[in-house]
């Protein structure tokens, strides 16, 4: 390939990613986690720049300046997998990564690795200058690419395991993004040293890697509540509307609502913050009783939530109610304050329903429940 094509297909690069850094970092609802995206975004975008660099000084008369910004690559690279690695396992596992240990284990060998990039100069471990002056591959290379392969690998398979778990059927979208958002980059890596090896094969499978991404959170978000990563209210009318039409003919279709008792007094006595903490423990019981099962699970409202089940009879949709309270109180055992849901619970009917009534009614047993609880607090 020409080396004026070669540089523009890496400038081009370099600029896609540019433009979604700054549409990343303009969103609204901009958190930790869009953060981590933007890194993603500005570590590919800095990668292209520098191998574009490394391309057209390749043949330099500065051979240290060659070793330089190979090992500027290197670093970029590293920091971008890790980036990667940090955003996909504090999404897909989210309270295991909040604990420190996790996070300091994972520091270990992106911390190796830098030292051993830093004395490269000398030693010539990852890289080195031949008897020509020119960049060449140190003996111990291997390392980088065997940590860089398990920060991009290791939430990869997660994801891929948990297209298969019950438990994890409503985030199975987002899994199956995540366990595919490594094959095109291997893909290309693969291609580009095989048999492209004068294309910017990597860069190129790098860019549409972040696209992925990019295109993959904005499809969460015209369905998924930012918050609990939960299904919406638009994604609950649209399932809703599919689910009528092919319920089968032995299951029973439910449909329960679930309001958060004295919400309102949570985020006056002790701050929205730890009002959004209620939302994500009541959000993950949800996911831990009903996502298993295969159930719809979405945010109606500020402190509603709604379930679709299909079920044999009320029996079940009784136990089902039993197990996400039960769930909940043991999951919010930590808190400070008592945190009691109150849940309404209907069935379809196939002779003439509709969706606004099947939900009203839910909403009708909710408030029904809610009144009984205040008369056994009154009574008592």
């Known amino acids: 390939m020409t080396e004026p094509l070669f540089v ?15 549409k990343v970092k303009s969103e609204a609802d901009y958190n930790v986690n869009s953060t981590l995206l933007a890194s993603i975004m ?4 800095i990668l292209n720049l520098v191998d574009c660099f490394c391309f057209i000084f390749y043949e330099s008369s500065y051979p240290v300046l060659n070793l330089f910004l190979n090992s500027v690559y290197f670093v970029v690279g590293l920091m971008l997998t890790f980036s990667w690695y940090q955003y996909a396992m504090s999404t897909l596992c989210n309270q295991l990564w ?7 284990v994972s520091v270990v060998p992106l911390a190796a690795i830098l030292i ?21 591959r140190g003996p111990y290379f291997f390392l980088q690419m065997i940590v860089c392969g398990l920060y991009l690998m290791i939430p990869s398979t997660i994801s891929f395991i948990r297209i298969f778990m019950k438990r994890f059927y409503s985030d199975r979208t987002i899994n199956m993004a995540f366990s595919s958002i490594v094959v095109l980059p291997l893909l290309v890596m693969f291609l580009q040293t095989r048999y492209l090896p004068g294309t910017p094969s990597i860069s190129i499978g790098l860019t549409i890697s972040v696209l992925i991404i990019f295109v993959n959170l904005q499809s969460q978000r015209i369905s998924i509540d930012p918050l609990t990563g939960l299904n919406n209210r638009n994604h609950l009318n649209r399932f809703l509307d599919q689910k009528v039409q092919f319920l089968r003919k032995n299951r029973q279709l439910f449909l329960f609502m679930l309001d958060i008792d004295k919400f309102k007094d949570i985020n006056d006595n002790f701050g929205r913050l ?21 159930h719809f699970i979405a945010r109606y409202g500020s402190d509603e939530f709604i379930v679709v089940a299909e079920l044999n009879d009320f029996s079940d949709a009784l136990y089902l ?21 109150s849940i309404g619970y209907t069935l379809w009917n196939r002779g003439g329903d509709s969706i606004p009534d099947f939900i009203s009614r839910a909403e009708k047993q909710l408030v029904a429940d809610k009144r009984s609880k205040s008369l056994e607090r009154a009574i008592s």
């Not at 490269?120 to 200058?129: A, D, I």
Request: charged letters at 20%; a positive charge.
């Open 274 to 294: 730890q009002g959004d903490i209620v939302l994500q423990i009541v959000g993950d019981a949800l996911k831990s009783v009903c996502g298993r099962l295969g």
């Open 42 to 45: 500005a570590h590919a975008a």
């Open 116 to 136: 051993a990039i830093a004395f490269s100069f000398w030693t010539g471990w990852l890289f080195r200058l031949d008897e020509n002056g020119f960049y060449c």
């Open 8 to 22: 523009e297909l890496l400038a081009f690069c370099s600029i896609i990613c540019v433009i979604l850094l700054l």
């Open 98 to 104: 909040n604990g420190k240990w996790l996070r300091w």
């Open 321 to 341: 109610r039993r197990n996400i309270l039960m769930i909940l109180t043991k999951n919010s055992e930590h808190l400070k304050f008592p945190l009691r849901l």
